[in-house]
């Protein structure tokens, strides 16, 4: 089983693993595949071509866990709290 094979299973999408490998897209090509391209790989369903270029995106994003296939993790919302800061200077 390679790279592609086992990130494409760990995202749920496993079915489209043969499609990937029939046309040589290895783990370093992801980054570089679009929605078009995607299309021309059989990904049909427009969900799992959204889902596909989110998790490309976050390899992209991630150089040190590019090397490693894995699970994209979901994203955590931004936190607004408030800060108060105190300077004193005393002489």
Do not use: Y
């Not at 086992?6 to 043969?18: D, I, K, T, Y």
């Not at 980054?31 to 995106?57: C, F, N, Y």
């Amino acid at each position: 089983m390679n790279d592609v094979t086992s990130w494409l299973q760990s995202l749920g999408m496993g079915e489209h693993a043969p499609a990937f490998a029939a046309q040589g897209i290895e783990f370093e090509l992801l980054p570089q595949l679009g929605d078009a391209d995607l299309k021309e790989l059989g990904v049909t369903m427009l969900g799992h071509r959204k889902r596909l270029l989110l998790a490309i995106a976050a390899l992209a994003a991630d150089p040190v866990g590019a090397a490693q296939p894995h699970a994209v993790a979901p994203a955590r919302e931004a936190e607004r709290r408030q800060l108060t800061v105190m300077f004193c200077d005393l002489v």
